[in-house]
């Protein structure tokens, strides 16, 4: 059985070749579509419901049970999730340069249930914990912190199911995306669609986890909790693993950053050339399955021929290719979005935090129920799903009657509604939090915790957009072989508005003298702090726009049928208008 491990030889027509699991020609009535499809995104719903299991209630254990302090547990919890959106990277490295996307998504899947039930143990054996601390010795901070040897075996668990977990998100969506052809006009509208469906997949899987997983782990036991998450986890696996002779595979080429270091390496080393008078006398101009562009065009000089080294235009390390120029170039168009979208996480991240936090100083009271603050998340989740749906049931199909494009919403659009809400979400949490602190001072009364509910409304519809918009992007406008890793760069930028997070609240504490961030919410100015992410947010959509305006997408044109009763836009072939834009530079030079 032969699973897409090999190196391909000379690139395919519009992209790489799908092959089966036995490395022939697929079939397009046996393999790939939705089924295929469906069967992948179960791995991204248990991978959800694992990560979010363990990130929405692991500070109450550490805390609780490890009587690790506040602000170190939160540490723990952050760099567990910032690790494990990085780690992406690696994971995407590994699938573009020697794994393939199945094979990755299966290792990294096993690594995964195995770090969970590294984390049932650690949660279950009793010398994994200090001794029990009555409610005396709590309030006079009395209690046996965890030792290093009992946090070895935890740490040991998240980490393992970080790496796991990054390499998931890096891979499962470039790999459902591989089951449609993009050439197909009903799989390439298809395909559209793909990207709402993931994302619904991960809401689902967040909801459970918020509802059923926190609610076992606090009420059963944790090692139920995480073992159930373990279970899921395995399932996936044996889903994946079963769904083999279904799946569509794309041949991994070789590593993507040696081929970015090799082409910058050279456009350096030739800086000092002369520019052919033509791209067409460049290295292997006409074998590129993509337009040349002159857009970075000092990169062009890896592939200028040298005369004296004729003997050697084979070796990649004495000339680039166009077609590998064009890669390097696809990644560098990639870094100003990745970049603009780091504070939208950084928006998000509010809501897990200081949000939370506000809840615990209002009313929170349902009658006789008391909602516990962490629960408000359910809002943000479910929004999600909401304006999910609405995405492929309502905006999209109005969009695409609209626009008359296939697309309806570009990526980048998606982005930019996604990063327009995350300023309004900012603008209502400053004056909700305003109108609590002044309640409860000059009133002595607390407003219901429900005002939280337009904060998360806005950065969940935001999320829907840029999330799925974000996705898009990196994998369409990435090049082939190196989806996987462009993925983990889009997940990157997750990681990173985590880490802008902390590095704001440590700035803004020393900066105010610990006025503006107080522990008691009612003697300080979170107000302030949000509204300052706000402008941030002003300041950053201006330049998204800048850059979005500015981007070049890959050659993807849509042509409307002969036949003009017909209502579906079809794609053209990538290579007819390629060798369209090369026939006319040809008659430009002649």
């Not at 790489?16 to 469906?38: C, E, I, M, Q, Y």
């Not at 070789?254 to 002369?274: F, N, Q, Y």
């Not at 970049?339 to 100083?361: G, H, K, N, P, R």
Request: aromatic share 10%; proline share 4%.
């Amino acid at each position: 059985m032969v699973l897409a491990t090999s190196h391909s030889g000379k690139d395919g027509a519009h992209a790489d070749p799908a092959v089966d699991f036995r490395g022939n020609p697929v079939d397009k009535s046996r393999t790939g579509g939705w089924l295929a499809a469906g069967l992948i995104l179960g791995t991204e719903l248990s991978e959800r419901i694992c990560v979010m299991g363990i990130s929405m209630n692991l500070v109450t254990y550490l805390v609780g049970e490890l009587h690790i302090s506040s602000a170190k547990s939160a540490t723990i919890v952050t760099n567990f999730m910032g690790t494990l959106n990085l780690l992406g990277l690696l994971g995407g490295f590994l699938a573009d340069a020697k794994l393939g996307r199945y094979l990755a998504v299966a290792i990294f899947a096993s690594i995964t249930a195995l770090g969970l039930s590294l984390l049932t143990m650690a949660t279950t054996i009793p010398t994994m914990r200090p001794p029990q601390c009555d409610d005396y010795r709590k309030q006079h901070h009395q209690c046996i912190e965890a030792s290093g040897n009992q946090l070895a075996l935890l740490y040991a668990a998240l980490y393992t199911t970080a790496l796991g977990g990054g390499g998931i998100k890096s891979n499962v969506s470039g790999f459902g995306s591989d089951q449609f052809n993009q050439t197909d006009p009903k799989e390439e509208k298809a395909m559209h669609f793909f990207f709402n469906r993931f994302y619904f997949c991960i809401s689902i899987g967040s909801l459970f986890a918020v509802i059923v997983l926190v609610y076992i782990q606090d009420n059963v036991g944790r090692g139920w909790g995480y073992g159930i998450s373990a279970g899921t986890m395995v399932i996936a696996v044996a889903v994946l693993l079963c769904g083999t002779p279904l799946y569509r595979f794309k041949k991994p080429r070789g590593s993507p950053l040696t081929t970015i270091w090799r082409v910058s390496l050279l456009a350096w080393k030739k800086r000092r050339h002369p520019y052919p008078s033509h791209p067409s006398l460049l290295n292997d101009y006409d074998s590129a399955t993509v337009p040349h562009t002159d857009k970075f065009k000092y990169l062009d000089k890896a592939a200028i021929m040298d005369p004296t080294s004729s003997a050697q235009k084979n070796d990649p390390w004495i000339v680039s290719t166009v077609m590998e120029v064009e890669e390097v170039k696809m990644v560098l168009k990639l870094i100003p979005i990745w970049s603009t979208c780091i504070l939208f996480w950084t928006v998000y991240s509010q809501m897990t935090t200081f949000t939370i936090e506000q809840a615990t100083f209002m009313n929170r009271k349902v009658g006789s129920l008391v909602i516990p603050s962490g629960s408000y998340s359910t809002f943000l989740i479910i929004t999600i799903l909401l304006f999910t749906s609405l995405n492929e049931r309502l905006f999209v199909p109005l969009a695409r009657k609209l626009t008359r494009n296939a697309q309806g919403l570009t990526s980048l659009q998606r982005i930019g509604i996604g990063l327009f809400l995350s300023i309004l979400a900012m603008v209502a949490a400053a004056i909700i939090e305003k109108e609590r602190r002044e309640t409860v001072i000059q009133q002595n009364t607390m407003i219901s915790a429900f005002w939280l509910v337009p904060q998360y409304f806005l950065v969940g519809a935001g999320e829907a957009f840029v999330y799925v918009g974000q996705l898009e992007f990196f994998i369409r406008e990435a090049p082939e072989r190196m989806k996987s890793m462009s993925t983990g760069l889009f997940l990157s930028s997750i990681s990173m508005g985590f880490f802008v997070s902390s590095l704001l609240v440590s700035l803004v504490d020393k900066a105010t003298k610990k006025i503006w961030l107080r522990s008691n919410l009612n003697k300080g100015r979170l107000n302030n702090f949000y509204w300052m992410l706000a402008v941030l947010g002003l300041l950053n959509l201006f330049i998204f726009l800048v850059f979005a305006r500015g981007h070049q997408y890959k050659v993807q044109q849509y042509i409307k049928p002969k036949n003009s009763e017909e209502k579906e836009l079809k794609t053209a072939n990538d290579l007819t208008v390629l060798e369209m834009v090369k026939e006319e530079q040809m008659i430009q030079l002649s």
